[in-house]
């Protein structure tokens, strides 16, 4: 009976503890579905974001070979005005 009583509290408490260890693990597989989802969310903004600086850089680029060929325009025509 001292034994059986024994077995009885070791019993308990190893189901106790497999208990919490599978609403841990539980908790667990939850938040990597969550970190997989943030993930996905993250990677498609990133590929916009990548586009968008993309042809930012083009445009600036684009902007500024406007600005030069404007400044040399302007220099060549106030340069013909003085001579």
């Not at 539980?26 to 990548?50: C, H, M, Q, R, Y």
């Amino acid at each position: 009976t001292k034994d059986q009583h024994a077995f009885e509290l070791m019993e308990q408490s190893l189901k106790s503890e497999i208990k919490h260890a599978t609403e841990e693990a539980d908790e667990a597989k939850g938040g990597i579905a969550k970190a997989g989802e943030a993930k996905s969310t993250a990677e498609g903004e990133l590929a916009v974001t990548t586009k968008d600086l993309a042809a930012d850089v083009q445009s600036l680029a684009d902007i500024h070979h406007q600005c030069m060929s404007r400044a040399e325009d302007f220099e060549a025509e106030t340069k013909s005005r003085g001579e």
